[in-house]
């Protein structure tokens, strides 16, 4: 038991899921894991082990956000010796090629700062996946046909963001998309030598205004979790 996460030890598996919303960790772990087991909820903050062709996999809600993200994290990797981390949640398109249900693997996550920031001092840190979980996670997008871009996304601290200025240079500059918690993940995976990603799926986009119907998301989220297991075990 740690501070935020009410699980024994032994109950949390060496490879954890994390979408940033509880309730999808439990549709997750109900649709894709078998003999789902709840091992927190501490805060409704939902977790669940169950089994994936095999293997022990946790699926646990991170919250929204870095600050949210890096307590679970912390304590993941900790307390409970999580080895493989992979974010699955949604993002902001923010280059025209970029369409609503596409997928991206973020090779990169950009932040104006992040809970590691402070510990970096000077040093501009470039938080980045783990390569064999990003090469496995695209070969496992192209099999299912998922439509997929691999490359630099942009870590925010603000979902209501007044810096259009700034979204203008990233997109200048490449920028696939826009979400909430990849570079704390990846900081915290460098400095504890854990492997990490994030699998996103673009549920709205900056320049058109689209957002994905409320009824497609599960279908789309669906795919980001297959793609997900199939990387964190190939
Ligand atoms: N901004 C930040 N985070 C997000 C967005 C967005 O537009 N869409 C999904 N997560």
Redesign the pocket.
């Known amino acids: 038991m740690t501070i935020h996460i009410g699980a024994k030890s032994g109950d949390i598996a060496e490879t954890v899921l994390l979408p940033g919303d509880p309730y999808r960790a439990k549709w997750a772990a109900k649709t894709y894991l078998s003999n789902p087991k709840m091992v927190n909820n501490v805060r409704g903050m939902l977790g669940f082990t169950g089994i994936y062709r095999g293997e022990q996999v946790t699926i646990q809600g991170s919250g929204m956000g870095m600050p949210s993200l890096s307590i679970y994290v912390n304590e993941l990797i900790r307390d409970y010796d999580a080895k493989t981390l992979i974010r699955i949640g ?3 398109g923010m280059q025209p090629q970029v369409k609503i249900r596409d997928i991206i693997l973020a090779m990169t996550a950009s932040a104006l700062s992040t809970p590691s920031s402070s510990i970096f001092k000077e040093l501009n840190f470039a938080p980045c996946a783990d390569y064999g979980l990003l090469s496995a996670a695209a070969t496992a997008a192209a099999h299912k046909g998922s439509t997929t871009h691999v490359g630099g996304i942009y870590s ?1 601290d603000a ?1 209501y963001d007044e810096r259009s200025d700034l979204n203008e240079q990233m997109t200048r500059h490449g920028l696939l998309a ?3 918690e990849a570079a704390e993940l990846y900081n915290l995976a460098a400095r504890y030598s854990r492997r990490a990603l994030a699998v996103l799926t673009v ?2 986009h ?1 320049q058109t205004g689209e957002a994905l119907p409320a009824e497609q998301r599960e279908k789309s989220f669906g795919n980001m979790v297959e793609i997900a297991l199939e990387a964190a075990f190939s």
């Open positions: 949604s993002c902001g925010s979902f826009v979400e909430m549920s709205d900056l």
